[in-house]
């Protein structure tokens, strides 16, 4: 076998432990892809059949190469993980790796023959690109924070493994009308984007503190936006994947499968209403036996198990210490204030590392990079990190008294913007520069308005600003949901950009409304710090641009971006 | 065309006999249209019975006509076309329908393992088809992750193995 | 896009990408695929739908996949792309070169 040799993990960082069962899984699926790989450059597979198999495997054939996508499962991952990753973006791809709205990692510039040899050393580290693409339930997504926000009422990973396992090579849902995305969280605030997701799933607990799940389905981006509606108030722990078995079951058997940008579930749901796919919903519960389907509290338990808390050290006088340092030390200051976060134990933080230095590529990370915030992660943070929706990776556990030696080792890598959440931490998806589906660059956009944004926030303050940019229709950049969303369409073979303002993702959802014709690669930057100026002309003090639009509306906007001179 | 059944081809033994055409004293397979109309007529026939049901079906309305049938045939029209998976998973799960369910269309040795777990028995396969390439698909991945209506046995909480 | 329903007079490379590695590859002299654009057959009429099916029969082949043909103007150089995604698939990303910076 080629297998690679198993490479140990931290002991502490808490991602799920592959057993030898898993392990042997593993093996088998690669050695399934290998297979499929060698029939399709045999002959044996036309490209129309081998596409399904390949997309399953996160294989995408991209405008200058194969891009592979690989899985880290609800954005969870730790140092050894990481470091491996680099070691796959040096030596089978061009250095660098990019990390997706998705939780993911995608690879660029992978050559077909070399993807066996790369899941084989992906598996060394518990990790593959399992489900990644193709019409198939996809990697779930969850909270960055989870496991150490303040605010978190339930612990969403457990559940977010129990959803990866139970989907992995589902025999009924594998080749559904459409891709299947699922999010899952722990907290009151909504960080997922939620309602953006074929079901979003939000853990909750009774006044007895039994476990339950408020679901809501049929939201999704690209073509038609859609948020989520609520479908179930409160699902019994026990019931979960019945009930998911039986919200897949529904939309596997009435989805659209004739127009791809009809075949989401949120077409169907929008179609039958939210009663009428409510109630074939319950037909099916009423007449799926319970038994094969039970979420047995013993099973919980069992995967509980990898995620027990960390050996906290006592809190001691962290806070105090973190305090000193950032008066002594400003800029440090700023980084605390934008990119961290409270933490549920005493004397910790969650600490964001930005991928968006201004001018910079949203979500890429070199192989040196990669490293760099593996060795950080094992020195301040039990060895694990998140990848977060918004391209960033995270370091949930961090004593506040070691913020300040993170942050200067962040320096030394050139890790250290501190816009987390501001409006240089721009989402933006590969657009055409990579992407086959693409009409419009997204990057080179993002650059330019990062730019833009970045000195305007230093003489006047944004504050909380999103600004998201897809590069096509698809919105895999989440420009619906942003505050100020960019969407690249093709205007007679010219690259063109729509803007849409007062979109959000989160507790506060909605879809951005277009302010107007669309403007040209060159001037779009010029739009944005328009559309900024008039805000900060407008804002009451420190009140978001979002709050400011929903405020006064449209028109100002629309006055300073298309008024004749 | 032939039928891989348990890892072995065989002859079709199955007829199929047009909407209007009279049917033999042999194992037939017919439309749903044909069997919801004639079902008070096939009701005395000896002769197995089998129908042909269209990815668009809810198996729900073979509930009454199951007992009699022999044979329910489901089709992926495409090889993406899943359908027929949730099809014979009720079939089996809740529907009580112990007979074949074999599947035709473009099926590839892909879908194989997938099929059985979700109840499937045999599937229509193309001339010259080479059974042993079917059966190393169905055994390549050897342990699943959930529930399914193939032989399976637990070996932990999560997970089965199925070949 | 067919050939077919592109002017007559607007010259193409037909143009795909390698099966094996995924690499943009056009059709050059006679039956070879080669990597860079200035080295591609421009044709135009019937001579663009015979090198279509050349191409086709490339895929069937499993040389590459995806071919199809794109437009181009003529300059000394060898053919030029007309539309942006043409351009970026023959010089690469036009983000290259600020990766590399960050790194």
Known sequence: MPEAPYIPQPEHARTYRYDAVDREFLAQRIAEFRDQVARRLAGELTEDEFKPLRLMNGLYLQLHAYMLRVAVPYGVLNSAQLRQLGMIARRWDRGWGHFTTRQNIQFNWTQLTDVPAMLDALAAVDMHAIQTSGNCIRNTTTDEFAGAAADEIADPRVYAEILRQWSTLHPEFTWLPRKFKIAIRGAEADRIASRTHDVAVQVKRDAAGAVGFTIQVGGGMGRTPILAVPLFEFVPEAEFLRTMEAILRVYNALGQRENIYRARIKILVRDLGRDGFLDLVQQELARMPLAPYRLAPEVVQAIRAHFAPPPFAPAGDAAAALARATLAEPEFAAWVALNTRPHRQAGYASAVISLKPVGGIPGDATAAQMEAVADLAERFAFGELRVSHTQNLVLPHVRQDELYALWQGLLAAGLATANFGQGSDIIACPGLDYCALANARSIPISQQISRVVDALDRTHVLGELQIKISGCINACGHHHVAHIGILGVDKHGAEAYQITLGGAPGNDAAIGELIGPSFSYEAVAGAVEKILLTHIGLRAPGERFVDTYRRVGQAPFKEALYARA | MPVLEKGALRADDWQVVDDEAALPDAPVLISLARLLRDAALLAGRNAPLGVAIGNDVNPDVLAPLLPRLALVQVVLPKSRDGRAFSQARKLREYLGYTGEIRVAGHVIPDHYAMLLRCGASTVVVAEGTDAAVWEASRKVVSIAYQHGLAAETPISLLRRKVA | ?103
Do not use: F, H
């Open chain 3, 1 to 103: 896009m067919s050939a077919k329903a592109r002017s007559a007079t607007m010259p193409v490379v037909i143009t795909a990408n390698r099966l094996r590695d995924g690499r943009v590859v056009w059709l050059g002299a006679g039956t070879a695929w080669v990597e860079a654009l200035a080295q591609a057959r421009a044709v135009t009429g019937d001579d663009a739908a015979a090198a279509l099916v050349l191409g086709q029969q490339a895929e069937k082949a499993m040389q590459v996949v995806g071919v199809y043909a794109a437009e181009v103007t003529l300059s000394a150089a060898g053919p030029q792309p007309v539309s942006q995604k043409e351009r970026i698939r023959a010089a690469g990303p036009s983000t290259e070169a600020a990766a590399q910076l960050a790194a």
